[in-house]
């Protein structure tokens, strides 16, 4: 049985009256998947991680003690077993987009990771003898594609380009879980702030390391000799809230349908930029490199920084998702943070009249 919302945003605690689930992951070992798992654990489910390295992942101490199940979501295999009995199903899995510069073979790689992996989890499924009552699908805000100025909600249309197409197979391989009775909510996920991992990940070090250039918008710049002006939107979403929203979709009954998984106040690339450089202590320029030569050293993945969209959480908002971190500047300054300092050790003074002569 699955726990009832309670404490919206936030997910609930087992102890104060919700009933523990069991959560079958795929993707339990990516940027949002670590982090979900250590939300699950911190309130008494039990997380069930599908992953090709179980080995690597069953030595991380985060890990240790958790069920990680070999396997690869995008093949079938003995894997789909361990899906019977699960109360909940996250499907996280898909090939970062990231990792290798885009040619055909590298394209098709994104698709068919996301596309076979939520194939087979439905077809997991429908052999389960006790079935999951949920499947929380991962998908992208890619699946609107480019739209400019205009405000994007889930009633939104899909795109045409790449990605938006992706998302949109991504999304359909989901579908047929309706028909088996399973309550199915797609998550189209946007730029996930972490530190040290993600988008941040790859953005900091360049920031910190390049005093002299400082940080600069992305984007927006034209051909090879217009400088980019970042006036792109750049829809984010805190880490804590990306996985606060899927949570959401795993407790609420009435989360089903796309749930857009970014802040309610998405900024402008430059204005990201900026507060970026702010938090880093690092200068700030107006002008990026062209849009041209940044798709000349990244190729074609560089569109995915350079075009943007403005997505607006109107589904988890109506859903009453409190947001932790709603804002940009309180976001990055919430991650950036310094860890508090150990509490020191307290001298104790010697008491008057305890020396004896």
């Known amino acids: 049985m699955i726990s009832k919302t309670a404490g919206v945003g936030q997910g609930m605690n087992p102890a104060k009256g919700a009933i523990s689930m069991r959560v079958f992951i795929t993707g339990g070992s990516g940027l949002i998947g670590r982090h979900l798992v250590q939300r699950l654990i911190a309130r008494g489910d039990q997380p069930v ?29 003995r894997w789909e077993s361990e899906l ?26 994104i698709r068919d990771s996301r ?26 805000i890619g699946y609107y594609g480019p739209h400019g100025d205009e405000e994007l909600t889930e009633d939104s249309p899909s795109g045409s380009d790449f990605m938006a197409v992706v998302c949109r197979e991504w999304e359909d391989a989901a579908h047929p879980a309706e028909a088996l009775g399973v309550r199915v909510a797609r998550v189209r996920t946007g730029v996930v702030l972490a530190r040290g991992e ?52 795993l407790d609420h009954a009435e989360a089903h349908g796309p749930i857009n998984g970014t802040a309610p106040n998405p900024v402008r690339n430059a204005e990201f930029s900026k507060a970026l450089a ?27 920084v350079t075009k943007g969209q403005k997505v607006l959480p109107a589904r988890a908002q109506s859903l009453g998702y409190a947001f932790r971190h709603p804002d940009l500047a309180g976001a990055l300054r919430a991650l950036f943070a310094p860890a508090p300092a150990a509490p020191k050790a307290e001298r104790i003074p010697a008491a008057s009249g305890a020396h004896h002569h």
């Open 49 to 77: 991680i599908l992953s090709r390295r179980a080995d690597q992942v069953r030595r991380d101490p985060a890990m240790r003690g958790r069920t990680v199940v070999q396997g690869d979501p995008s093949t079938a295999g």
């Open 84 to 109: 019977d009995g699960c109360d909940a199903v996250v499907n996280l899995a898909g090939h970062n987009l990231f990792a290798d510069r885009w040619n055909a073979q590298v394209k098709r790689k």
């Open 115 to 140: 596309v076979y992996s939520t194939e087979n989890v439905v077809a997991a499924i429908a052999k389960a003898r006790a079935r999951p009552r949920v499947l929380v699908q991962a998908s992208a």
């Open 198 to 249: 993600g988008a941040l990940g790859v953005m900091t070090p360049i920031f910190r390391w390049l005093p002299i250039v400082g940080a600069a918008p992305v984007g927006n710049g034209g051909g090879l000799l217009t400088p980019a002006s970042g006036q792109q939107w750049m829809s984010w979403i805190h880490i804590d809230d990306i996985v606060g929203i899927f949570l959401l979709a």
């Open 278 to 304: 702010k938090v880093l202590w690092r200068p700030f320029l107006p002008f990026g490199p062209p849009d041209a030569l940044l798709e000349l050293v990244l190729g074609e993945v560089a569109q995915v």
